[in-house]
């Protein structure tokens, strides 16, 4: 897997420019403009399956859909961090995309480190060294493995056949 890092207070503008709130809100309109005041390289270089490693409060700033749903599309795993701003959790939940707290996970690697993340287990797996999360639930799971809570709430009310 390969690791995109970045620090503590990275809010949604640095995620998703604002000037670009109302005129994209396709996946592949957004893709573009994906942290390009941040990291200009992430766009073109990012590939399905890569984590982020970010520091505290990562997503904080206005409350919108983009920066997830960008990040979604790209492919991120995951996002492991130190902390989370509250509504960029939601919206994560929301669009399937894994958020894991685990500061000893950020704070142990070092550039050029193997990580092996287990989800199903709490586990993540950085230069040898072991660090543990709390399992997520089940219900966040199911989210993610049904593409989003739009998608697993139209199947939770699809009438049962047999």
Not at 7 to 33: A, Q, W
Not at 86 to 112: H, M, T, W
């Amino acid at each position: 897997m390969r690791v995109w890092r970045y620090g503590d207070n990275v809010n949604t503008d640095m995620l998703f420019p604002g000037k670009y709130t109302y005129t994209c809100s396709k996946p592949e309109e957004i893709m573009p403009h994906l942290l390009e005041d941040l990291d200009p390289d992430f766009s073109s270089g990012v590939k399905k399956g890569d984590l982020l490693l970010v520091g505290s409060n990562f997503g904080c700033g206005s409350s919108r859909e983009q920066p997830v749903l960008g990040l979604k599309h790209a492919g991120i795993e995951a996002i492991i961090g130190r902390s989370f701003a509250r509504i960029f959790y939601r919206a994560a939940i929301n669009q399937g995309l894994i958020l894991i707290e685990c500061p000893s996970a950020v704070d142990a690697y070092k550039d050029g480190d193997e990580v092996i993340l287990d989800i199903g287990s709490g586990r993540i797996e950085i230069g040898g060294e072991e660090h543990r999360f709390p399992p997520l639930p089940d219900a966040v799971l199911a989210i993610r493995d049904s593409g989003g809570l739009l998608e697993y709430t139209r199947k939770r009310l699809e009438p049962r056949k047999g």
